[in-house]
């Protein structure tokens, strides 16, 4: 449902990156979700220094996830994504800028976005800004997946401005920092989960909307840093720290190995962990109905944390190219997250009606595995 | 906030100086051009002391820069045409390792004599501070033009330089 | 507060470029980027499958921003 703002495009700021065509396969499947994409992308040189990228993208994703209180049956949507990026060189700045679209059947998505890099100190140090304006539309599906019935209930703005600075500290070693500050306001929750109180029911709990604030404004910084192993491989570690104006406070920590054999295989292993602190109006269990001003059940708010395990690995069939292609590969990458929840549980398999049956509040905490799965041959010209 | 503006400042009256030449790309310099011996793929010692009287363009170039691998074909025009007239162009490689080089040059030849600067000694001597970088030096030894960087289009400035100096 | 930020962003936007030849000698020549040419070095060797992997972890995170970079290479040109 969100779209990923891409912070820092990958710029070299003193030539334009190869010209290139990917074709590529993901799937996601855990907690309930599957969720399958296809996607194309090819950016090829108008002339030395103008370069375009175009990008299409489908999602289609089915499945129950844990916490969709309020549907009986199985969601079933498709969303598309397309975007046109331009690009421009000047001596020793790169311009960027790049227009999205996603739609989805409740959900529709625009951003525009704006970036400058320049390279400075002999090459050796790039600096890059950029700005970025969403515009969200936001609906509800009140029929079924089969027998949809959307009804659109509001819009939200989205302001992203962005800071980094990369710096290339000896001929084996460069490290970078990124700053990002993001500012949303208008509808900010997602209408498809519910909040829960204890109201002496048979079932212990009552069910009422989330409430929102209208605004929401977070700071991420990353710091990360690359270095070349003398036998031809590369490490990148990387920490990330964020904080917003709903008290959730995350940290990212990941550690990649980079190992290439001869011009034909690259091997890569990634680890990450991620831990974050819920969202100062989150609850997993409210004490009575309307007890704060803003309240959310949303798992993404929740106090979590996950550990991905990946690797990836991408063979060139045409190392050496093949008629105007100078290089082709193909790549696997698989991931495993493991997610851990520390105040969400699961409402879904256990409660009053499981056996032995649950009291609300004492159901067991929710954790996952998903693994994601990405193959996609790349064509450089 | 006030010290990066004054940072700022002092970096955008600097680059108004230096824009001049360092924008640039192909600027007139002077001076003697060093003297060098270094070694052929094949093994054999060679230097610029080769071609004394004759137009030289020493050009530096790496298997890992696009840009170099862009211009070599044009490189190799140039040399053939210019050539008989007394023009000599020079291709020192700056990779760690030869074997990459052998295998570039395998594949895509050139006619120009290429020799091997492992050390990066010469790079040093000649102050590149660019790649690819291309050095054109006069029949009397003295270094006239200094071209930055390459693109498309820069073989002409190499030919119009060239031709002057022969002239000469 | 947000016009200032824009100004600020503008402002920055319009100086970056005449700093491009502030004169600080390079410590790594450009005859010594080999390794950090090498496309291992690259920060995003595959964007598209990190922007995916970014907007999974964005879907069902709290955290947002920050991640991507920039620079390296040959320094060509």
Known sequence: MIAALLLIRSTIADVLPDNRADVFYSKYSGGGMDITGYSATARAKITENFAVEANYFIDKVSGASVDVLSQASVIKDTRKQKSGTLEYLHDKTTYTASYMSSVERDYKSDTASFSLSQSMFGDLTTVTLAFANTHNTVGENNGTANDPNVAWLGHALTRSYSGGLSQIITKNFIAGVNLQVITDAGYLANPYRSVRFLDGSARGYGLASQVYPDTHTSTAVQVQAKYYLPYRAAVTGLYRYFTDTWGVVGNTYELDYTHPIANKWIFEGRARYYKQSAANFYSDLFPFANSQNFTARDQNLAALDNITLGAKVTYAFLPDGWKFFKRGTVTGDVSRIRFNYKDFRDIRDFGVFSLPPVAAGAEPLYEFSAMVYQLYVSMYF | MLRSSTLLKRCAMAAIVVASTAFAASSDASGPAPAFTLTTLGGQPSGLSAYKGQVVMVNFWATWCGPCQQEMPLLDQMYKKYK????????????????????????KPVSFPVLLDPANQVSKAYHVDEMPSSVIIDRKGQIRYIHRGYKPGDENDYQDRIRQLIRE | MRPRAILLFAALSGALPLCGAC??????????RDRLADPIMAWDRDAISNAYLDHIRESREGSRGAT???????GCN
Request: aromatic share 8%; proline share 12%.
């Open chain 3, 23 to 32: 004169s600080i000698q390079p410590w790594v020549k450009p005859y010594e």
């Open chain 2, 84 to 107: 008989p007239a007394g023009f000599t162009l020079i291709g020192v490689n700056v990779d760690k390792e030869a074997p990459p080089v052998k295998l570039l040059l395998e594949r």
């Open chain 3, 68 to 74: 991507g970079g920039a620079g390296g290479g040959c």
